[in-house]
């Protein structure tokens, strides 16, 4: 039980960038202080206080205020240490970074295909419960045309929505390379804040400003949270 519990706080440890970074700092500095910490990380207090308390096991406070790796947090080290090792040399994450971009795309264009068949249906209910009225104006000829409409429509998202995910997937990748190249992102949200500001840019000069801002979003997110 004790050994799960030390794996269970290990892989918790580990499977976050800030507490690894934290872990690597005490390790590498002998008992630093709170205020070393802070600047190394260049995190604000609370999420550091965060981390720090998450990191409960692994390190610990000295009583004058020093913080130190206990023997778990230790092991901890060292297995990060022999991950380094042996990842050393070229290793290809592509394919990854491509299926992890290709089912974000997937989840979003599924989430606007199931608003906008919502949106249909109520359209579709609403016009209903127009020519149902005794008063109306709607002919069943206007009726019939408009559930053809609404009907071309949905089979036109579903085919647009099964065969989009592979050309955004291409535009992404595209976009990336031309527009970040290799180079890490300076702060986190760049790549979201550019595409999501050019989508716009670019909706707004086809008078499609709100349409712009969505496929910007999606787009620059898709980069953003799978690059």
Known sequence: MEQ???QDAIIRAINHPERRQI?????????IRY?????????????????LNELQG?????PE??????????RAINILQNIDENLKGD????PIMHNTRHNYITKQLNTIFYIAIT??????????YFYLKPSTDITTSILLVSYALFGITIIGLNQARKNSPRYLHSLVDWLDWKLFGNGESRFTGRKMFILTTLGFLVGALLSKAGLGLIIGLILGAAMEYTG
Do not use: W
Request: glycine fraction near 6%; avoid cysteine.
């Open 4 to 6: 799960r519990n030390a």
């Open 23 to 31: 872990l690597h700092i005490i390790n590498n500095t002998e008992d």
């Open 35 to 51: 205020s070393a910490i802070l600047g190394e990380t260049q995190i604000t207090t609370s999420k550091l206080n965060y981390q």
């Open 58 to 62: 692994l390190i610990e406070k000295t």
């Open 65 to 74: 205020g020093e913080y130190r790796l206990t023997e778990l947090g230790q």
């Open 91 to 94: 290793i290809e994450l592509t």
């Open 119 to 128: 949106s249909i249906f109520i359209g579709a209910s609403v016009l209903t």
